[in-house]
T-cell receptor, first 116, second 111 residues
Framework: GAVVSQHPSRVICKSGTSVKIECRSL??????MFWYRQFPKKSLMLMAT?????????EQGVEKDKFLINHASLTLSTLTVTSAHPEDSSFYIC????????????FGPGTRLTVL | EDQVTQSPEALRLQEGESSSLNCSYT??????LFWYRQDPGKGPEFLFT???AGEEKEKERLKATLTKKESFLHITAPKPEDSATYLC????????????FGQGTTLQVKP
């Protein structure tokens, strides 16, 4: 149990375009979903936390207008990178949690974004 | 400020050579300490959650322990397939569910 999927697994886009990444919890209801960014050989950096039906909470330094997060249902969250630039190239990982407290986060397989 | 430090940064073992990975933490009100395994190009895979000092959990060749200041991930008689990056994370009392991750320990087990 506790499987999270992400789509697409890899995406290459031109600078200035927008890219949408989907995160789905397949066998549980994710009350809270988290979006992370990971640079090569570095640990995970939390970008934002989203609860179903409410606005996402962004970490300090993360541009909310650039990284749009929607948590439309208990099984789906999306991250849209708007007007992507080469510096947005990274590995984006989502996770889902059944509850805010005392609960594990289950991670998706990640999405590799390359902006040319 | 909540903080997690893992050591060593990298570890090379021969198959069958047991060892331990360390995770030191400072957090205001520990709600949980989590261990994950991450293979290259993939998302972290959940291993263990520890909630209070003295707690231990085991899974195959892995055993996680917890004190008030640190956690250890003991690997007994490792195999090459145990090669991966092991991540430690803590959840504090902020009640947001946020995890603070360490930098990870990259383990390589040679046959």
């Amino acid at each position: 149990g506790a499987v999270v999927s992400q789509h697409p697994s890899r995406v290459i886009c031109k600078s200035g375009t927008s890219v949408k990444i989907e995160c789905r919890s397949l066998d549980f209801q994710a009350t809270t979903m988290f979006w992370y960014r990971q640079f090569p050989k570095k640990s995970l950096m939390l970008m934002a936390t989203s609860n179903e039906g409410s606005k996402a909470t962004y970490e300090q330094g993360v541009e909310k207008d650039k990284f749009l997060i929607n948590h439309a249902s208990l099984t789906l969250s999306t991250l849209t990178v708007t007007s992507a630039h080469p510096e947005d190239s990274s590995f984006y990982i989502c996770s889902g949690s059944r509850a805010v407290s005392y609960n594990e986060q289950f991670f998706g397989p990640g999405t590799r974004l390359t902006v040319l | 400020e909540d903080q997690v430090t893992q050591s060593p940064e990298a570890l090379r073992l021969q198959e069958g050579e047991s060892s331990s990975l360390n995770c030191s933490y400072t957090v205001s009100g520990l709600r949980g300490l989590f261990w994950y395994r991450q293979d290259p190009g993939k998302g972290p895979e959940f291993l263990f959650t520890l909630y209070s000092a003295g707690e231990e959990k085991e899974k195959e060749r892995l055993k996680a322990t917890l004190t008030k200041k640190e956690s250890f991930l003991h690997i007994t008689a490792p195999k090459p397939e145990d090669s991966a990056t092991y991540l430690c994370a803590v959840q504090g009392s902020s009640n947001t569910g946020k995890l603070i991750f360490g930098q990870g320990t990259t383990l390589q087990v040679k046959p």
